[in-house]
């Protein structure tokens, strides 16, 4: 079965400082991968989603992810983070093709503070 | 707005007894799937629909039933609820199965189990 990693469990910035959150992986096939965040009080939502061509995605509010299959990972990145960017973030993988079931990782906390 | 909805947002039941949650959609989405999600656990998939199609996880414990009575709804009923099972349920859909479909998520029940 996948495995899914963060390592960061809470991660706490100032306004303006660039963001790392790492993500791996464990299947050795191919994959979709995707970057969930979850704003307080809301409901799980896509940032960014890997299914083939460019390694780099570009997703929404100006976060990014770079797949590096020899390193199982993706990394969700933001140069310049904001306040309202505190959330939960979530990485997830599933199998290709035609796999349902989404494996994620157990989230980090992404606290900015002002 | 088209959406998932998940009723009730908290629920309280006591040990052994019945419970239902409730999950519908405007989305018109073939797929309907269940999360388990545990404090500071990665969500896990219980089960999901494919259409009429019940697909179920493994190692989804035979506690937990689901029901899809039509497009729009789906249940999760959990017979006899243990306090191991407390915790926030899930509810997504995506428009087709296949790996690269993106998930929408409903905001979640929160599951109290006294």
């Known amino acids: 079965a996948q495995s899914v990693s963060q390592h960061n469990h809470h991660v706490i910035l100032s306004e303006a400082a660039s963001l790392e959150l790492g993500c791996n992986y464990s299947y050795g096939g191919t994959v979709n991968l995707f970057w969930y965040v979850q704003y307080p009080g809301q409901h799980l939502q896509l940032l960014l989603k890997y299914f083939s061509g460019d390694p780099l995605v570009k997703g929404i509010k100006g976060f990014e992810a770079e797949f590096i299959k020899s390193k199982f990972s993706f990394n969700l990145r933001k140069p310049s983070v904001q306040w309202s960017d505190t959330a939960e973030y979530f990485c997830a993988v599933n199998e290709s093709p035609g796999a349902n079931n989404l494996f994620f990782g157990t989230g980090t906390r992404l606290t900015v503070i002002p | 707005d088209a959406m998932v909805i998940q009723n009730p947002r908290y629920q309280v039941t006591q040990f052994g007894k019945p419970v239902t949650l409730s999950c519908s959609q405007t989305?018109?989405?073939?797929?309907m799937y269940w999360y388990q999600q545990k404090s500071s656990q990665a969500p896990k998939l219980l089960f999901h629909?494919?259409?009429?199609?019940?697909?179920n996880e493994a190692d989804t414990p035979d506690n937990f039933q689901s029901r899809r009575p039509n497009t729009s709804f789906c249940f999760l009923d959990i017979r006899s609820p243990g306090l191991g099972d407390a915790a926030m349920y899930l509810c997504?859909?995506?428009?087709?199965?296949?790996?690269?479909?993106?998930?929408?998520f409903g905001p979640g029940t929160r599951l109290t189990v006294l």
């Open positions: 997504a859909t995506s428009r087709a199965g296949g790996a690269a479909a993106e998930q929408f």
């Open positions: 989305l018109n989405h073939n797929v």
């Open positions: 629909y494919y259409d009429k199609d019940f697909n």
